[in-house]
């Protein structure tokens, strides 16, 4: 047998039945509920960062099924509503379960950065994912403590590997994550909100008070990358990124 899809692969972590649904969906999406299917894929996502990074991929494969098939978009609107419903939900959503919600950043700016109409990102997700963004950048969501995440669980910058630096929050490591993936594509779209997202960003750099040495490196970091085009140099990357997990 050959390697599993990457799509087939991200299916493993769904029981019995929702991979069966899902397989489904992706070969023949005229056999099931579309709007179903939409909402089991967001679930997930809010549940599980893992599934969130790539959920992505799977729903532009559905659509893409969905529309040589049938011609419709059954799934693109379900999962559109869905992300809608999340989003006039999100600090509701925050308050509940920040990791849902740094779950929600993640997939929102997934989904986003593989939709597209004509060849372009989806105008009617600009402006959502730039709030998140920007809540993300406020200062409590900068200067909030977690836990100490182990090896491998996340995305640790220079000398700040050492065990006695303090991890940065949830939502810094999210922030910069998805700036990483989708900054250039959103500046493109609107370019007078990243930059007041980056004075934002700036201003939180300059925290007196609540900010780890990591995060503020982290958001250095990001400050550089898009002043050199959405590029990192590779004395930069070696100055920043002694270990890059995932």
Partial sequence: MGEPSREEYKIQSFDAETQQLLKTALKDPGAVDLEKVANVIVDHSLQDCVFSKEAGRMCYAIIQA????AGQSVFRRGLLNRLQQEYQAREQLRARSLQGWVCYVTFICNIFDYLRVNNMPMMALV??????????????????????RGPGKGRWVGSLTQPSASPPSMEVDCLVLQLHRV??????????RMDELFVL????FLLPTGLSSLAQLLLLEIIEFRAA??????????YYYSEVSD
């Fill in 66 to 69: 969905e529309s040589k098939q």
């Fill in 127 to 148: 402006n959502p994912v730039y709030d998140c963004l920007f809540r993300l950048a406020q200062p409590d969501s900068l200067s909030k403590e977690e836990e100490v």
């Fill in 183 to 192: 900054g250039e594509q959103l500046e493109k779209m609107n370019g007078q």
């Fill in 201 to 204: 960003i700036r201003d939180g």
């Fill in 229 to 238: 085009g959405w590029k990192t140099t590779p004395a930069a990357h070696k």
